[in-house]
């Protein structure tokens, strides 16, 4: 796979950065996943928007328009001749522009129609925002010691924030259905703007489905008569199981899962 960095392309194996770079010695880097559907781009502006809110968070520099980097992406997926792009965007402080686009990974679809297993993280998520969203970057250590304590069989942890309130994943965003109402923690609550989370609540408002966005408390999870997450390579993936509490892909999920797959189609 070709990797760009730094205005040049070159094999993978070959893209190295210094020992000394910020990014390596004090985790300053700021990132961004992205994807396409059907060969598309999946919302980069607001990707790009997010990255640019991270980097001018942690003083960095970033000199590339989202045309220019859009224009950057499209050029990778054809030299790296793929259909469908899984791509990161990496920005460390020194400053380096490094982008992966690889072979989109192959999801197990089954998913989706059985659920996954899911518990709460002990660890509570420690977010801190700039311009009311979340900074996106690799020195969360909240995010990924949860990631590292979180057993395989579990998709992914939700964790709680300072005050206890639920707030997000380690990679996805959190929603709840009670009552026929879908509800989501809100930015308040100090999480990270999820694009595929805002296209939820956009799809939500087509579909006539009522949407909460506000302060949710750790009980509401297992109160709740449905529970997904979404998030950019699983758009929304149902959760069958929180710890011991058990529940059915309901009714508003599956709509919201077809509205999702034909806005994306």
Same mark, same amino acid.
């Given at each position: ?76 997926? !054809? ?28 999801? /197990?679809? !089954? ?65 709840? &259905?009670? /009552? ?12 990270? !703007? ?9 799809? !939500? ?10 302060? &949710? ?49």
């Amino acid at each position: 796979m070709f990797v760009y960095m730094n205005e040049n392309w070159m094999e993978e194996e070959k893209a190295t950065i210094s020992i000394n770079n910020p990014g390596f010695t004090s985790a300053r880097v700021v990132y961004e996943t992205i994807r396409t559907y059907k060969g598309e781009l999946f919302r980069f502006k607001k990707h790009y928007d997010r990255l640019a809110n991270s980097a001018d968070a942690m003083k960095m520099v970033l000199n590339k328009t989202w045309e220019e980097m859009e224009q950057i992406i499209l050029t990778g997926i !054809s030299k790296n001749r793929l259909d469908e792009a899984y791509i990161q965007i990496f920005l460390t402080a020194n400053p380096d522009l490094i982008i992966q686009i690889k072979d989109f990974p192959k999801i /197990d679809t !089954s998913i989706y129609q059985t659920g996954v297993l899911s518990d709460i993280s002990e660890i509570r998520r420690q977010a801190f925002m700039h311009n009311k969203t979340a900074i996106k970057t690799t020195a969360a250590l909240d995010v990924f010691l949860s990631r590292i304590k979180k057993p395989n069989y579990l998709y992914d942890f939700i964790m709680l924030n300072r005050e206890g309130y639920a707030a997000e994943g380690t990679f996805s965003n959190v929603f709840l &259905v009670k /009552d026929g109402v879908l509800i989501t923690p809100s930015m308040a609550t100090g999480i990270l !703007s999820g694009i595929t989370r805002e296209v939820v609540i956009e799809i !939500s408002q087509n579909c006539k489905i009522k949407c909460e966005q506000r302060l &949710v408390q750790k009980k509401e999870l297992f109160e709740a008569d449905e529970l997904f997450l979404t998030h950019t390579s699983g758009g929304i993936v149902p959760i069958r199981a929180l710890g011991h509490k058990d529940y059915q892909i309901g009714e508003i999920t599956s709509r919201l899962m077809s509205a999702l797959d034909e806005f994306t189609g």
